[in-house]
C-alpha cells in the first residue's frame, strides 16, 4: 500500500520505540496467550512497526516483518527483523504469522488474510492481536472505538465476521479472548463512571469490556 505510507509519518511511532510501559505489558500479556500454543520456528509479522513488540516475544527462530513506513522498518531491521520473505512471495513458509492491530489499518483485508492462508505451513497459526471488535457494547453505542482513526481505517471487523471470514478461507479458531480486564490500560471503576458518563452525552473516551480482542487460528495439516 504505497501510496498511504504518507499518513505514517515519524510522530506516528512516537510511542512505538519501547518507551510506554503500558505498551510493554500489553506485550507481555500477550507473549503469554501466543507462546500457549507456539514459542518457536518462522514468523512473520503483518504491520512490524518499529519491530518492539517482537522485542518483548522474544522469538526463537527467524523473524520477518512488513512495514508501510520507510522509517519505522529501518529501526525494525536494525532490530534484525528480515524484509526478504512476506505473505506475496512465500508459500507454506511460515509457521506463525501475526497481525497485531493492523488488520483495520489495510485496504485489502481480505486478500491478505487469503495470502496468511497460502503462506502458512499446514498446522501454521495465524494470530490477530489488539484487534477492534465492532461487536462491542461501545461501538453499538457510539459507532467508533477510542483507539480507532478514520483516516487510516479501512476494515473494523467484529468478531463474528472475522471468525467467519477466516473459516471461509479454512482456518480453524483455536482461541479467542477479550483482553480489557488484561490490559494496563484498563481501569474497571474509572471506565465504567465513564461509561455512564457518556451515555449521558459527554464526549470522552476510554477503554471498556470487548472492545479490543485477540484470536488464535490454525490452518489445518490435512488441508490446502
Request: proline share 6%; charged share 25%.
Amino acid at each position: 500500500m504505497p501510496e498511504y505510507n504518507q499518513l505514517y509519518h515519524k510522530a506516528y511511532f512516537a510511542k512505538r520505540i519501547g518507551n510506554d510501559p503500558k505498551r510493554a505489558a500489553t506485550f507481555r500479556s500477550e507473549k503469554e496467550f501466543i507462546v500457549e500454543y507456539i514459542n518457536s520456528g518462522i514468523l512473520l509479522d503483518v504491520g512490524c512497526s518499529t519491530g518492539e513488540f517482537l522485542d518483548t516475544l522474544k522469538w526463537d527462530g527467524p523473524k520477518y516483518g512488513m512495514e508501510i513506513s520507510d522509517y519505522a522498518a529501518a529501526i525494525a531491521k536494525e532490530k534484525g527483523i528480515l524484509f526478504d520473505r512476506d505473505l506475496f512471495n512465500s508459500q507454506r513458509y511460515f509457521d506463525i504469522i501475526i497481525f497485531r492491530g493492523t488488520i483495520q489499518h489495510i485496504d485489502t483485508p481480505f486478500l491478505y488474510m487469503k495470502k496468511a492462508y497460502d503462506a502458512l505451513k499446514p498446522g501454521g497459526y495465524l494470530i490477530f492481536l489488539a484487534t477492534p471488535n465492532t461487536n462491542s457494547i461501545y461501538y453499538k453505542l457510539w459507532n467508533t472505538l477510542p483507539f480507532l482513526d478514520a483516516p487510516i481505517n479501512f476494515y473494523i471487523p467484529s468478531d463474528k465476521t472475522l471468525i467467519n471470514a477466516l473459516k471461509n478461507f479454512g482456518f480453524t479458531l483455536v482461541k479467542i479472548r477479550y483482553p480489557y480486564f488484561k490490559s494496563a490500560y484498563a481501569s474497571p471503576l474509572k471506565d465504567h463512571v465513564n461509561f455512564v458518563r457518556k451515555l449521558f452525552g459527554m464526549k470522552i473516551a476510554f477503554p471498556f469490556w470487548g472492545n479490543s480482542m485477540d484470536l488464535i487460528f490454525k490452518k489445518p495439516i490435512s488441508k490446502d
